[in-house]
C-alpha cells in the first residue's frame, strides 16, 4: 500500500506515521527525518538544506524531488511506502507522479489530518524528540514515563530547532500558501481522506484505520 500523508507541522503525521508501519506492510519514508539526518552527518545536503530549515522555509524543490525519486528507485519501498512531509508544493506533486508512471506505482490513499493553527503551535513547541531512534513524545499530550527520557531506548530526549515559536508561525504560513493547495490537487485525483487531526492520537489513528481499511 502506497500512502501519502498530508497536513501541517504539527498535526500528528510522524506520530501517525509510527503507528501505520506496525500495522502495515509500508516504508516511513519522511523528507523531514532524512534532512535531519543529513544535518547531523554534516553533509553537504545537510548543510544545504539546514539553512533553509532554521527559517522555517521549504527546501529547494530540485532537492527534495531528486532525493525522493532516489529513494522511491530503491528496493524496499516495493510492498509499500508511506510518504511524509512530501509532496509539500503543487511542482512536487507533479514530479512524483511522473517517478510513479516511470516506476509502475500508484499512491492508493492520500491521508490528510486536519488541525486547526493554534493548536498546531502548542503541539510542535511541546514536542520532543528521541535523538537516537527518533520517537516523538509531547511534554503533555504524549509525555514519556520518564521526562526527558524515550521510552524505548532510554536516550535523551530534545526539541527540534525549527520549534521555537516563531519558526513555527512561518512554517504554518509557508504550509498555507505553498502545501495547502495539494488538498484540491489530491481531491481531484479522488483519493484523498480527511482525517480529524483534533483528537486523541489514538481516535486519529482509528479513523486512519478506517481509511487505509484492510489493505495491505
Ligand atoms: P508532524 O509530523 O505532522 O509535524 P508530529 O507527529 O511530530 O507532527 O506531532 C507534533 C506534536 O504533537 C508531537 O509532540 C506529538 O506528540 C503531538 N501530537 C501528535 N498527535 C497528537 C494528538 N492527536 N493530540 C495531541 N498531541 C498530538
Ligand atoms: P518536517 O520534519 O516534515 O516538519 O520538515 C522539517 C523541515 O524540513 C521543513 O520545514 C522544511 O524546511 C524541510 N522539508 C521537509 N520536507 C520537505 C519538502 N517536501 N519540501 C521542502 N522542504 C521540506
Redesign the pocket.
Known amino acids: 500500500m502506497n500512502v501519502i500523508l498530508l497536513g501541517p507541522?504539527g498535526a500528528g503525521k510522524g506520530t501517525q506515521a509510527e503507528s501505520i508501519v506496525k500495522d502495515y506492510k509500508t516504508v516511513h519514508i519522511?523528507?523531514?527525518?532524512i534532512?535531519r539526518k543529513n544535518i547531523k552527518e554534516n553533509t553537504a545536503l545537510g548543510q544545504k538544506?539546514k539553512e533553509?530549515?532554521d527559517k522555517?522555509?521549504?527546501?529547494p524543490d530540485e532537492l527534495?524531488v531528486e532525493l525522493v525519486a532516489d529513494r522511491l528507485s530503491q528496493e524496499d519501498v516495493k510492498q509499500g511506502f508511506l510518504l511524509?512531509?512530501?509532496?509539500?508544493?503543487i511542482f512536487?506533486a507533479e514530479e512524483l507522479d511522473k517517478v510513479l508512471l516511470k516506476n509502475d506505482m500508484k499512491i492508493d490513499k492520500v491521508i490528510n489530518i486536519e488541525v486547526e493553527p493554534e493548536v498546531l503551535i502548542e503541539r510542535a513547541v511541546g514536542r520532543r524528540v528521541c535523538k537516537v531512534d527518533g520517537t516523538t513524545y509531547h511534554v503533555s499530550f504524549n509525555p514519556p514515563k520518564t521526562e526527558g527520557i524515550c521510552d524505548h531506548c532510554g536516550q535523551e530526549l530534545h526539541q527540534r530547532d525549527?520549534d521555537k515559536e516563531e519558526t513555527v508561525r512561518n512554517?504554518i504560513s509557508v504550509y498555507t500558501n505553498q502545501t495547502k493547495p495539494l488538498i484540491e490537487y489530491y481531491t481531484k485525483q479522488g483519493n484523498i481522506a480527511n482525517i480529524n487531526g483534533q483528537q486523541k492520537i489514538e481516535a486519529v489513528f482509528e479513523e486512519i484505520k478506517s481509511a487505509l481499511g484492510s489493505e495491505q
Do not use: K
Open positions: 507541522p519522511s523528507t523531514g527525518d534532512f538544506a533553509y530549515m522555517g522555509q521549504l527546501v527534495v511524509d512531509g512530501f509532496p509539500r508544493t512536487q525549527d512554517r
